[in-house]
């Protein structure tokens, strides 16, 4: 057990639909990052979060948009979503400073898009 | 761009045989993580690599870190079923940032 905590498991949408997906991060950890995994490939980052400010993103649409809270928690909302938004959405929360700075993953969503 | 190569992709081993997992990434990087995923799972850490010569080991699996040729190993001794697992390594540029992940190693361990 990491600590991280994801809700919800799994879910399933239709294309054009919106999702929230939630994130509660360990204790004291200030920096939260959203991945995207595809099945059968490597999490692909979406965005960071840093004391809540959006502190770094990838190549992922606008659509794509966070959250992050005062109380260690965190959103991830996809808009207008499309089939291949499909995938295992993992946050990672990390101290943000220290020599390891080490990532901690939640369990992760299972979103389906049909 | 930083990027992350693994090979194999995909390895089908023996029972009791050793084999070696590759990591390479493409820029200076100080820090190089190894996590463990089961299928339908989240990552579990293995190792976290910080120098050039770094070595770890937990059980069967020993992973090092050469800075300079940018490569880190994976080694498996005297594989076991439980190991049946995607191994990722993924690396981050600096401080804070996000990592980036090779595709995986599908590792297969069979009787």
């Known amino acids: 057990e990491t600590g991280v905590t994801q809700s919800p498991t799994h879910l399933i949408k239709t294309r054009g639909q919106q999702v929230t997906l939630r994130c509660s991060s360990q204790s004291g950890h200030n920096t939260v990052s959203w991945y995207q995994q595809a099945l059968g490939q490597g999490p692909q980052f979406i965005f960071q979060?840093?004391?809540?400010?959006?502190?770094g993103r990838g190549n992922f649409p606008p659509r794509f948009s966070g959250l992050q809270f005062p109380n260690y928690s965190s959103e991830l909302n996809v808009n207008a979503l499309e089939l291949d938004d499909s995938a295992l959405y993992l946050c990672?929360?990390?101290?943000?400073?220290?020599?390891?700075?080490?990532?901690?993953f939640g369990p992760g969503t299972r979103l389906t898009v049909l | 761009e930083l990027k992350v190569e693994q090979n194999p992709l995909f390895l089908s081993m023996q029972e009791g045989k050793n084999y070696t997992i590759y990591c390479n990434y493409s820029t200076t990087s100080d820090r190089l993580y190894w996590y463990r995923q089961d299928p339908g799972k989240s990552l579990e850490s293995l190792f976290v690599l910080l120098s050039n010569g770094a070595v770890k080991q937990e059980g069967r699996l020993m992973a090092s870190l050469d800075t300079k040729a940018r490569l880190s190993t994976l080694h498996i001794t005297a594989a076991v079923h439980d190991l049946s697992a995607t191994y990722f390594c993924a690396v981050t540029n600096s401080g804070n940032t996000p990592l980036v992940f090779g595709k995986g190693t599908r590792l297969s361990v069979i009787a």
């Open positions: 990672a929360s990390n101290p943000g400073t220290g020599v390891y700075n080490e990532q901690f």
């Open positions: 979060y840093y004391r809540e400010e959006e502190n």
